[in-house]
């Protein structure tokens, strides 16, 4: 591992070039498959993807800690089954249809065997049946985990039926939601089959009422607004409250404020807030948490840091929630100010002026909170100093606890979803990168619209859908392509956060009624999740050019 001073040019180049990053729209750098990508199988891979970190951080420990403005790997994307939360849905398979028809064989009345007669009656099993059989032949990347009875369509013989599912590449154990429109008709034998089926979220008479629900769950704290707005009735993210007075006296708590890390890359801000919550984990306190994030303007098309955003804008809060005692800071001073006013005895409270002063030496402490204070400069005042030196073989950075927005994944699968699950994925890095011949002298060239038409062609086949993952601003640049397949870019389901959206309607309950911009940030989580379901993937690093992910000579 090199240090920062040691290697003169090519750092000093590095230095500059990450501190030039703030003026494209969205930076799109790299995937971190560094996190993953080394390749031996590791036993633990939190553990992994944190060594991984740690080495990509140590390098820089001194400078503004400045990796790549990449998107994390997040417990979702990571190689285990998290079994946090029950997986309690078993999935609908072939056995599982062949139990449910041996059932109903009996029972039935025989169908009218004659086509054009035919009543289709949606509510019948075997209509259920049939389109369960299509989707699992149709749709192999995803797991079915229950279907809604169908319902009419809006001709005869048409079926709108609804059903959870998961991807087989996310790991977690979310669900999210299709209802799609069939045409049944009678094939050999006498039974139903579908004889066409509609795109994503087409059958709408399947699609189920959503339960309102007001605006309480805003961080704001007053009195909730009544917004009259529908969401995903399946996130619940709203902010916990401690409870009685009692409750909150006997509770523990970890205290954080805000240190140098505030406004730094999300990569940065990950690496130490779970840190924080390691060690609370450690000491089996509560960690006091606050909800709002200074995004980095690396990720703002406004180029500037922006204070207020919401942790739940960028991360699954609910998941969080569950899986990590937390409370929410300003819950957290509201009651203890409270208390303080109310109780002769004030709250006990331990302050920390240092990282110096390790989790190890504060098992003992009874004080019912440990308030962690970042005053110093930097670098003294990242959090995640606490866990370095010997406090990494003690305090564990709890990576299963963090995964991406369901929302945001809400757009993943829509995208995904349009396309069947059938789509061949290209990462294009262009950007500073490519403008830096001196790093990069191959990299403009090679993602030339010429160059990728006549380097797909060798491993896409004509015509499948292409979904491009990309940082090129210019929309249009990848037009060469459309003559071969059927290019998708990320700005081609605007729809999905424009202010008709679902995604736009449930940020905006978050972020007390004002609409919440569709950031860099977002973007690269949405583009690398849809990349990562392509079926085959071609990545820019290793399959497009011969240049190497961090600059010449670092592969
Ligand atoms: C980083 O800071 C530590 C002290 O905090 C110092 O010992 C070390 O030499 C510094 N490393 C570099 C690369 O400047
Ligand atoms: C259906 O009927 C057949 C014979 O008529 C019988 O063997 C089978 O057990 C029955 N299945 C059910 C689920 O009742
Ligand atoms: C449709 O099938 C369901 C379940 O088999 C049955 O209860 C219902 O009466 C049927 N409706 C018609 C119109 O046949
Ligand atoms: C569904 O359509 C059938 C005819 O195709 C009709 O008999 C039935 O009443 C309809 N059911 C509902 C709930 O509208
Ligand atoms: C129809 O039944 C025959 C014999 O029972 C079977 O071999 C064939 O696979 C069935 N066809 C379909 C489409 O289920
Ligand atoms: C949401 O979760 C909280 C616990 O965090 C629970 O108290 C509340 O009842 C839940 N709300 C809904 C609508 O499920
Ligand atoms: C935290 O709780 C666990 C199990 O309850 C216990 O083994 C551990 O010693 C506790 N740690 C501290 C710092 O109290
Ligand atoms: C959405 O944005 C468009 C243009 O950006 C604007 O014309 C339209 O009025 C907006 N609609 C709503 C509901 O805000
Ligand atoms: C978003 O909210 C508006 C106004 O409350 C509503 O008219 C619209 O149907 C909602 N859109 C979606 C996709 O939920
Ligand atoms: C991309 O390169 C990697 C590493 O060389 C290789 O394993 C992979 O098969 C390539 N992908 C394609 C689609 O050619």
Redesign the pocket.
């Known amino acids: 591992m090199k240090e920062a001073g040691s290697t003169e040019p090519i750092g000093q180049n590095l230095i500059k070039l990450i501190s030039n990053v703030c003026f494209s729209v969205f930076v799109f750098s790299v995937l971190v498959f560094t996190v993953i990508a080394i390749t031996y199988q590791p036993p633990d891979p939190w553990l992994e993807s944190s060594q991984a970190l740690t080495k990509v951080f140590t390098e820089v420990e001194n400078a503004t800690f400045t990796t790549d403005t990449s998107v994390l790997q997040t417990g979702e994307d990571l190689a285990v089954e998290v079994a946090v939360s029950p997986p309690s849905t078993f999935s609908i398979t072939t056995s599982t249809i062949e139990k449910s028809e041996e059932k ?1 064989v009996n029972s ?1 009345s025989t169908l009218d065997c004659d086509d054009t007669l035919m ?1 289709v ?5 075997r209509v259920l049946i049939a389109i369960e059989k299509f989707n699992l032949k149709v749709f192999k990347s995803i797991v079915f985990l229950d279907y809604q009875t169908p319902v009419n369509g809006s001709k005869p013989k048409e079926c709108d039926v609804a059903w959870r599912f998961r991807n087989k590449k996310e790991k977690s154990w979310r669900k999210y939601r299709d209802f799609r429109r069939f045409r049944l008709a009678i094939g050999e034998n006498c039974t139903y089959v579908v004889a066409g089926a509609s795109g994503w979220h087409s059958g709408s008479n399947a699609r189920r009422p959503r339960g309102k629900i007001s605006g309480s769950s805003s961080r704001s704290g007053r009195a909730p607004r009544v917004l009259p707005l529908v969401r995903d009735e399946e996130i619940n993210d709203t902010i916990p409250t401690i409870g009685s007075e009692t409750d909150f006296r006997k509770g523990r708590y970890l205290y954080y404020s805000r240190g140098g890390d505030y406004c730094k890359n999300m990569n940065h801000y990950l690496w130490s807030f779970l840190c924080g919550l390691g060690e609370a984990q450690y000491l089996n306190r509560t960690f006091v948490m606050d909800l709002s994030i200074c995004l980095a303007a690396t990720y703002n098309p406004s180029n500037k840091d922006e204070e207020g955003k919401d942790f739940r804008y960028y991360f699954d809060f609910e998941h969080l929630k569950e899986v990590a005692p937390i409370v929410e800071e300003g819950e957290f001073l509201r009651d203890w100010k409270k208390w303080d006013k109310t109780h002769k005895k004030k709250i006990p409270v331990r302050k920390v002026a240092s990282y110096k002063t390790t989790p190890m030496q504060l098992r003992k402490e009874k004080s019912t909170t440990i308030w962690r204070q970042f005053d110093g400069p930097e670098p003294e005042n990242y959090w995640y100093r606490v866990c370095e030196g010997p406090a990494a073989k003690y305090v564990q950075r709890p990576w299963h606890a963090v995964w991406k927005s369901k929302r945001l994944m809400n757009i993943v699968s829509e995208i995904s979803g349009r396309m069947d699950w059938d789509f061949d994925a290209v990462h294009v890095v262009r950007g500073e990168k490519a403008q830096n011949k001196e790093l990069w002298p191959q990299l403009d060239g090679d993602t030339s619209p010429g160059a990728l038409v006549e380097k797909l062609q060798g491993i896409i086949q004509p015509w499948r859908n292409l979904y491009i993952a990309t940082n090129e601003p210019f929309y249009n640049y990848f037009d060469k392509l459309r003559s071969h397949y059927k290019v998708h870019l990320l700005d081609d389901y605007k729809k999905l956060w424009g202010n008709t959206s679902e995604w736009y309607n449930e940020t905006k309950l978050l972020n007390e009624g004002h609409p919440v911009e569709f950031d860099g940030y977002m973007r690269v989580a949405v583009d690398t999740e849809v990349l990562n379901r392509g079926k085959t993937r071609v990545e820019t690093f290793y399959n497009l050019t011969k240049d190497c992910k961090d600059g010449i000579n670092t592969c």
């Open positions: 109903i039935s009543q009656n949606c509510s019948d099993p």
